[in-house]
């Protein structure tokens, strides 16, 4: 079993940037596969971002490359969500995900076992 809580969510202006932490609690934070994913408002949860086990191999939905970076500290058990130059259209709820057993970075939700409870960032325009 794998606890994941996020952090980090917020309200900001167009143009601003959020750095959303995972802390990871349970087992081997890196045996997982580590992803963020987003909700927003009447859409289905989508793909953001994923980092492998040791944080060589990242991957990224087309719309936030180049603004987002995701990284991950073992020894802390963390995963970061780091965001610039956010728009409104990223606003939504953000969760990160771990996912064990796999060698690819995993993109569709139903890949992921384990689930944060979510943390909302809203941007203005």
């Known amino acids: 079993q794998v606890q994941l809580v996020e952090s980090g969510g917020g309200l900001v202006q167009a143009g601003g940037s959020l750095r959303l932490s995972c802390a990871a609690s349970g087992r081997t934070f890196s045996n997982y596969v580590m992803g963020w994913f987003r909700q927003a408002p009447g859409k289905e949860r989508a793909f953001v971002a994923g980092?492998?086990?040791?944080?060589?191999?990242?991957n990224y939905e087309d719309s936030v490359k180049g603004r987002f970076t995701i990284s991950r500290d073992n020894a802390k058990n963390t995963v970061y969500l780091q965001m610039n130059s956010l728009k409104p259209e990223d606003t939504a709820v953000y969760y990160c995900?771990?996912?064990?057993?796999?060698?690819?970075?995993?993109?569709?939700?139903?890949?992921?076992?384990?689930w944060g409870q979510g943390t909302q960032v809203t941007v203005s325009s």
């Open positions: 980092i492998s086990q040791y944080g060589g191999n990242t």
């Open positions: 995900a771990a996912s064990a057993g796999v060698v690819l970075i995993p993109l569709r939700e139903n890949e992921y076992r384990y």
